[in-house]
């Protein structure tokens, strides 16, 4: 059983950075697509950023690039997120995700079957 598991959230000021980690085991990963998804309170869960975990392509979304960097280490199985210039926009419960029926990084939520149980960024203004 696959089980992902975050850490790295915290309270921080605007303009400031954050590494979030990922720890994943019980799986195989080459064949993965892992990814960052965020909710913030009483909004819908947002996509952020996506990897293929065998060749390391990336997909970002729109209001996190040029700011935030998704990789991964696969000698520790571990997935990163660097997040720099935060907003406070950007707080929210960030999550890690793993989908294993897809080789490259995508967006589609739904079609991501593992889930982390979240780790709290809050960003003040």
């Known amino acids: 059983q696959v089980q992902l598991v975050e850490s790295g959230g915290g309270l921080v000021q605007a303009g400031g950075s954050l590494r979030l980690s990922c720890e994943a085991s019980?799986?195989?990963?080459?064949?993965?697509?892992m990814g960052w998804f965020r909710q913030g309170l009483g909004k819908e869960r947002e996509f952020v950023a996506a990897i293929s975990w065998i060749a390391g392509d990336t997909l970002s979304a729109d209001s996190v690039k040029g700011r935030f960097t998704i990789s991964r280490d696969t000698a520790k199985n571990t997935l990163y997120l660097q997040m720099n210039s935060l907003k406070p926009e950007d707080t929210a419960v960030y999550y890690c995700?793993?989908?294993?029926?897809?080789?490259?990084?995508?967006?589609?939520?739904?079609?991501?079957?593992?889930w982390g149980q979240g780790t709290q960024v809050t960003v003040s203004s």
């Open positions: 019980g799986g195989t990963f080459g064949s993965y697509a």
């Open positions: 995700t793993a989908d294993p029926d897809q080789y490259a990084p995508h967006a589609q939520g739904t079609e991501y079957d593992y």
